[in-house]
T-cell receptor, first 112, second 112 residues
């Protein structure tokens, strides 16, 4: 079964608002990554957080990781219409694993 | 953009025929992955490779085989295509399991 599960499945907000997406996973991880997919395109990497990190920032993105709860959140601040896309979390499991597994994604719609 | 190319980009094939999808990279990355993307399922890992001739199964490997005879090419073969294999297939590459993955543009396969 898939390692990560995003929540909510779909999110609709007004431009300028913040968007928060959550990801839960099942097993211990080496790192957790977030990706964006625009309609009809391949995935693009946004940010990576390692298992020993709790928070990471990149521009308008803020990612948190709580390994005790096996969960992560992605916050997009001051959203723009161009942020409309699907967002996926992906995990690399613990030692000895080469698998990069994805969740089902959150579809974000930012209304101008 | 990372040098990763999938071919073909679109294919329609008949049930029961073999189909081979190609992923070609120019980055000399060690890890290569094949995923399928279906509505409601997100991305599911089919097979992956951690080196030349080193491959392993992912979550949904039944009906698929792979080969990697050189670093730059990772081939996915549907041995006898079925309608359930109609999907969008993505290839991804990664230098290391601790780093980000880069995705191809996808191959839309329709089995009729």
């Amino acid at each position: 079964s898939q390692q990560g599960e995003e929540d909510p499945q779909a999110l609709s907000i007004q431009e300028g608002e913040n968007a928060t997406m959550n990801c839960s996973y099942k097993t211990s991880i080496n790192n957790l990554q977030w990706y964006r997919q625009n309609s009809g395109r391949g995935l693009v990497h946004l940010i990576l957080i390692r298992s020993n990190e709790r928070e990471k920032h990149s521009g308008r993105l803020r990612v948190t990781l709580d390994t005790s709860k096996k969960s992560s959140s992605l916050l997009i601040t001051a959203s723009r219409a161009a942020d409309t896309a699907s967002y996926f979390c992906a995990t690399v499991s613990g030692a000895g694993s080469y698998q990069l597994t994805f969740g089902k994604g959150t579809k974000l719609s930012v209304i101008p | 953009d990372a040098g990763i190319t999938q071919s073909p980009r679109h294919k329609v094939t008949e049930t029961g025929t073999p189909v081979t999808l190609r992923c070609h990279q120019t980055e000399n990355h060690r890890y290569m992955y094949w995923y399928r993307q279906d509505p409601g399922h997100g991305l599911r890992l089919i097979h992956y490779s951690y080196g030349v001739k080193d491959t392993d199964k992912g979550e949904v490997s039944d009906g698929y085989s792979v080969s990697r005879s050189k670093t730059e090419d990772f081939l996915l073969t549907l041995e006898s295509a079925t309608s359930s294999q109609t999907s969008v297939y993505f290839c991804a590459i990664s230098e290391s399991v601790t780093r980000q993955a880069f995705f191809g543009q996808g191959t839309r396969l329709t089995v009729v």
